[in-house]
């Protein structure tokens, strides 16, 4: 499975957009890459996933740079509700078994 | 979207006894569920796939026998922790899939929480 590396934690001010970077250079070509973040005591929620092309959702937008090694969520206007663990999640559909493994993802703090 | 639940959201036990976790897929059919434990903070680790009607497959490292896993139909999971001993104490967070195989989206459930004295 491929590797990736996210900050720790990042920092934005409300009503301000918030582009949450991973890296994940040994992705292979047929790799979707999810994205989940986990609000605290919850579980994870899926929040917007693509294979080459920039995706949009009503939750946040998706960039994925043009050789893949690295992708770009993007959350048009924070709120206090989207203070959260984020997850960047390569994961390939033609492997037999679908497990996601989860790295350490971004913490996001959300200032008032 | 769709729902995962799980039951109970918390719970305490003795060390010694046996604590069953419930995973159910409230509005569509899963034939495969995840089970995943997660250390304060630190990221969810994946223990074991469900399969309906046949036996989990397990993660490295993680023990069959400790970590009984039941999928006995296409809506309920279950996670029996066997003999709990205080460092079982952890979050336990099961999810399902739901989608066509090539953009298989997992739906999680809320989490229980596992206090083992």
């Known amino acids: 499975d491929a590797k990736t590396t996210q900050p720790n934690s990042m920092e934005s001010n409300e009503e301000e957009p918030v582009h949450l970077p991973c890296n994940h250079s040994t992705i292979s070509g047929t790799d979707y890459i999810h994205w989940y973040r986990q609000l605290p005591s919850q579980g994870p929620e899926y929040v917007i996933h693509?294979?080459?092309s920039n995706v949009n959702n009503r939750m946040a937008s998706l960039a994925i740079a043009e050789d893949r090694k690295s992708s770009t969520l993007i959350l048009h206007r924070a709120t206090l509700r989207d203070a959260a663990v984020y997850y960047c999640i390569p994961r390939c559909p033609l492997k037999s078994r679908n497990q996601f493994y989860f790295g350490t993802g971004t913490s996001l703090t959300v200032i008032p | 979207g769709a729902v995962v639940s799980q039951h109970p959201s918390w719970v305490i036990c003795k060390s010694g006894t046996s604590v069953k976790i419930e995973c159910r897929s409230l509005d569509f059919q899963a034939t495969t569920m995840f089970w995943y434990r997660q250390f304060p903070k630190q990221s969810l680790m994946l223990m074991a796939t469900?399969?309906?009607?046949?036996?989990?497959?397990?993660e490295q490292g993680v023990e069959k026998d400790k970590f009984l896993i039941n999928h006995a139909s296409l809506t309920l999971s279950t996670l029996t922790v066997t003999s709990a001993h205080p460092e079982d104490s952890s979050f336990y967070i099961c999810?399902?899939?739901?989608?066509?195989?090539?953009?298989?989206?997992?739906?999680f459930g809320p989490g229980t929480r596992l206090l083992v004295l």
């Open positions: 693509g294979l080459t």
């Open positions: 469900s399969n309906e009607g046949s036996k989990a497959t397990y």
């Open positions: 999810s399902a899939t739901l989608g066509g195989a090539s953009q298989e989206t997992q739906y």
